[in-house]
């Protein structure tokens, strides 16, 4: 069900990441301050964004999964919650490199993005050890719903407090975006459009796996064998 | 309200009789106070580093009690006795809730004081109204979130683990808008104005996790 | 003394049951159905399922396939409105051990909206009067037991779920828990085939499965 159309979306993440890649070198303009690490701002951001969103897709999956039962709304969100988590490690990393090279600390305090972005990472550190924690596999997932749910609204409320928190003005890429010539932005847009389908491949990718690993395990049970899932953070 | 009524005065005659959690808390914040004295080598402490100490000491202190709060329902089953009822179990959460607050109220009697003598100068006193006021919401704040995470990491394995790490990045905006909120009431010359946008954001917070709260606890009861 | 009942409707109503766990089967379409008044004894070897049987029944855990009335009321949805009669005395005590037991029964009165009265008297009948005040892990266990039972039968239940009540109970909480159980629908749960012998109805259950009498433990 999942690997449906996965190779036209494989094909289409290539290609979008490919000339995001390229124009980020060949077309858009160099900064005046940072040089070519600058560009890494197009990595940086939008992996963040798509981070974030998923989270929130994390957060909506879960939703439908206490108000529906079904557990295959639990295995969405733990997929969405897991690339999430990934990407954020790729934010942090990225977010860590650029701060380096253009303000020469390795960690800003007074970025509030970035900072409201480890605090958030950090929540989410913890789903997979709650979801490992839990034997029973309906209650693992109930669980692991109620935390997406009150971690999704977290998101906002955190990043509110953190903003509030660093009244300092310090030149922030986004604020200043008035002054950004048109050729950033399309290279931005490309990027957010790579990352995005990025992650949906990766996604879906993952969901087939999941859903192919469990298909084989009930044609097993079928035939005999006497299949006991080992302990796992993941759904089944 | 009979339910949570009948709940929260369960709550409170239990730590009442087993006098567990709040004499640990208090116990616990006041021998914090002194390590951070050591820890940071200084006689007094006023304006953000007061702040932050007087808050940290109090976060961890309800990381500690929130580890207690399920710990005699899950003994015999007690909760199910509970669950058996026929009521709404959202009293449940409310109970548990109220009496974390009320928890949290009486080991600041004792914290707070303490802070002050080993802490703050005499300066200092005039920040009490104020303090008093970001006390009560943040306690709101601690408790909404601490009685959910609890909820949570009671029925797991590594519960004493789980429930801080879940715990601590949850209530960071509370410790944001709190020590925000009593820096410029702990300021050397004298207790400054209680900058209120701070205590909005601690009221939003309180809200916003309290209704969600409320809207998925009952996933954490049913089976 | 129970009062007048409503008799025309089933008790319970099973059909095709069914509960897993993760993977695991625990209740694989079981279906039953019980009259009011009657006792029903469900006999199986160890992880046949009695217990998740009751469970279910108690509303306590929610099928996860099949349909199941329990006094007229479908399960899951409208278990808030059935709770109130029904009686559950499982393994465990369900008690705080810090508390009393007058303090333990009179927080049920007041979550079941029963006249805090009953709990004086029945405090009396399970003969745990004297020791009313004393916190429950200060118990004999069975005494435990005896204040368990008076929970159970508290806000007078038109429907009694006992798991192992041969087992979990002791002669002499036996003997005080007959007369508090008398008149009203029950389930129990056993080992023992003498409990078959004595129920209006058995079911026998291995692996999940209804399975008959002969050959249950085989």
New interface residues.
Partial sequence: MYGKGLRSLSIATAVTLTAAFALGFFYAPMDADQGVMQKIFYVHVPMAIVALLGFVAGAIFAIQH?RSGDRRHDMRSYVAIHMSLILGVGVLVTGSIWAKAAWGHWWLWDEPALVSFL??F??YA?YQ??RF???????QA??A???A???G??VP??F???R??EAKTHPRVLQDSSNLPGSVWLVFFVALLGMTLLYMTLWRYEMAAKNTRGQI?KLR?RLGAD?V?PRSAAP? | MRPTNALLRKELRLEWRTREAVPAMALFSVTTFVVFHFGIQQDAVSGALASGVLWVTLLFAAMLGANRLFVSDVEDSALEGILLAPIDRTALYLAKAVSFVAFLAVVEIVAVPAFYVLLLGPEALDAVPGLLAVLLLADIGIAVSGT?VAG??T?????D??GP??G???L??VI??AA?ATEPLFAPGGAGALPL??LA?LA??DV??GL??VA??D??L?? | MPSPRSTDIPAIELEGLERH???RVALAGVSLTLQCGQTLAVLGPNGAGKSTLLRVLATLLRPHGGTVRVLGETLPAEAWKVRAKIGYLGHEAMLYRDLSARENLTLHARLHEVAEERVGELLEAVGLAKRADDPVHTFSRGMVQRCSVARTVLHDPELVLLDEPRANLDPAAAEIVEPLLAGRTRVLTSHDVRDAETADAVLGLREGRQHPLEGLYG
């Avoid at chain 2, 029925?155 to 519960?159: G, M, N, V, Y």
């Fill in positions: 206490l605090i958030v950090l929540l913890c050890p709650l924690a839990i034997e029973d596999p309906e209650r109930r669980y719903s109620v935390f749910i009150v971690a609204a977290f409320l955190n509110m407090a953190v509030m928190a395990r049970r299949v899932a089944r | 959910l949570l990491a029925q797991t394995r590594s519960r683990l789980l790490l879940l601590l990045p949850l960071l905006p944001i808008a925000r946008k701070w954001v939003l917070y916003v996790i969600i709260a998925v606890f996933f954490l049913e089976d | 766990y993760g993977e």
